[in-house]
Structures are given as structure tokens and as C-alpha cells.
């Protein structure tokens, strides 16, 4: 039985407003965004796609991933586009104790700081699997992060749907100041190939344009 939601509904983001369901603006913009990066190839061909476009994006990179891997998240860095914390083991908050949630936040926020000779400070979280509690989420504010949550989840993760389906949920959900979830990661990588080439043109011929997440 699955357990998300690929169009976040209008009451959710009412009843939990102090996390970012959405960007609203003037611009045509959307919010792409990768989760749990950087994976060698995936995240570089992710990287190459977006290029193509002229298109930025957010990054929430798994600590652990950033620790085996400092070349990549430096490469996306350069390339212009803004990262985020994403813990450091990809902890489910439902099933973590929160001093054990916070801990790997900590680890996660050190690894990126480490990872860029203290260049970058990261204020944006995005907690795996959208899962967090509320004790979890009040401290990870506290420490001064915005907590990103999603307006369009891509699915892209789910080895059940098919690529062409990955894509629709995508196409036929977007809208002006939304947050899409992609994943740079192994699992998702046979959904994401498909999926966000098309995106990319698309929302590119439509006249948006592609923002980061401050």
C-alpha cells in the first residue's frame, strides 16, 4: 500500500502551513528538485540534462552521499544550482527518536560545510520520505532551516509505476510556483531518464522558467 500523495491537496498545505508546500510568483516559476544525491552517473546526467535547458534546480543531498562523493556535490554547486540538507543516513522521522533525528541533521549540515571548505551553509531541509514529527519539525526550525515539502511528487522512486506514468504525474500536476520531487538515486533512475527530458521541454515550450530554492 502506498503511502504519498503526488498532488499535495490545498488543506494539507493550510493545515501544516510552516512548511514550504509551494513558491507562488509572477514569474512562470517552477521548483525542480533532487532528492538523494549525489550517485555517481545519475546525479552527472541529471546535472547534463538540466544544462541543456539552461535550467536550475535544488539538490537535497543525503550527508552519507556527500561524504563518498565531495566531487559531484561540489559539481553541483558550481553549476549554479542550490543544495539542501537531507540528513545524513536518509532517516524516516516516524520510526527515529527526535536527539537521534537531530543528531543526523547535525552530521548532515557538518558533512556540507566540510565538503566545501565552510563555503556553503545550507538553510533548507527536506526530511526523507516526508516524514517527520512535529517535535522533530519545531527543532529543525529552531536551528533555522525552512523544511521543503512538495506541491508535485514525481514518484519516480516507485518501481510499480511506469516511466510514462512518472511523467504524467509530473505534467499533469504542474503549476506556477510548484515544488517537484525527482530523485538523483539508482532506484529511480530507469523513471527519472524518461520523465524529465520531456519534462524539461515541455515546461521550457510553455514559457516557465526554472527557479532555486533560496
Known sequence: MKFYWIKTNELIKRIFKNYVWDIPNKENKVYLTFDDGPTPDVTEWTLSQLKKYNAKATFFCIGNNIEKHPDIYNSIIQEGHSTGNHTFNHLNGWKSKTEDYLYDVDL???QIQKSTN??????????????????QA???KELGYKIILWDVLS?????????????????SNISDGS????????????????????TLDFLTREGYNFGTIP
Open 108 to 110: 548532515c549540515a557538518n
Open 118 to 135: 565552510h563555503a556553503i551553509q545550507s538553510s533548507i531541509f527536506q526530511t526523507p520520505y516526508g516524514k517527520i514529527k512535529l517535535s
Open 138 to 140: 519545531k527543532k529543525v
Open 179 to 198: 515544488i517537484v520531487v525527482f530523485h538523483d538515486s539508482m532506484k529511480a533512475r530507469k523513471n527519472l531518464e524518461y520523465a524529465l527530458p520531456k
Open 155 to 171: 514518484a519516480d522512486f516507485d518501481s510499480t509505476i511506469s516511466p510514462e506514468d512518472c511523467l504524467k504525474n509530473v505534467l
